[in-house]
Nanobody, 115 residues
Framework: QVQLVESGGGLVQAGGSLRLSCAAS????????MGWYRQAPGKQRELVAA???????NYADSVKGRFTISRDNAKNTVYLQMNSLKPEDTAVYYC?????????WGQGTQVTVSS
């Protein structure tokens, strides 16, 4: 069974950048879509970016123009490049399929953006 492990989070000042990685233990070629989700305190978990098996991408309005999702199939890894970070981006970031499967939720990686 595929396992997903997120990494790359940290503390960054507003305007800074981070790159998150989602490493899959097995091939993700045949998964229709992979996504990055985030959950901030007091808010629902939300999908912020997704990429289909054909390479089509979608972004939440709040991150368009700032975040870029990509994949490296050879490395079984999905990335989220986050630029121009804002304090409101502070959240725990998770990767999963789109739509998500419960079994794939992991610990996530904390992103904290200071003002």
């Amino acid at each position: 069974q595929v396992q997903l492990v997120e990494s790359g989070g940290g503390l960054v000042q507003a305007g800074g950048s981070l790159r998150l990685s989602c490493a899959a233990s097995k091939s993700i070629f045949h998964i229709n879509a992979m996504g990055w989700y985030r959950q901030a305190p007091g808010k629902q978990r939300e999908l912020v970016a997704a990429i289909t098996s054909s390479g089509r991408t979608n972004y939440a309005d709040s991150v368009k123009g700032r975040f870029t999702i990509s994949r490296d199939n050879a490395k079984n890894t999905v990335y989220l490049q986050m630029n121009s970070l804002k304090p409101e981006d502070t959240a725990v970031y998770y990767c999963n399929t789109d739509p998500p499967r419960q079994v794939f939720w992991g610990q996530g990686t904390q992103v904290t953006v200071s003002s």
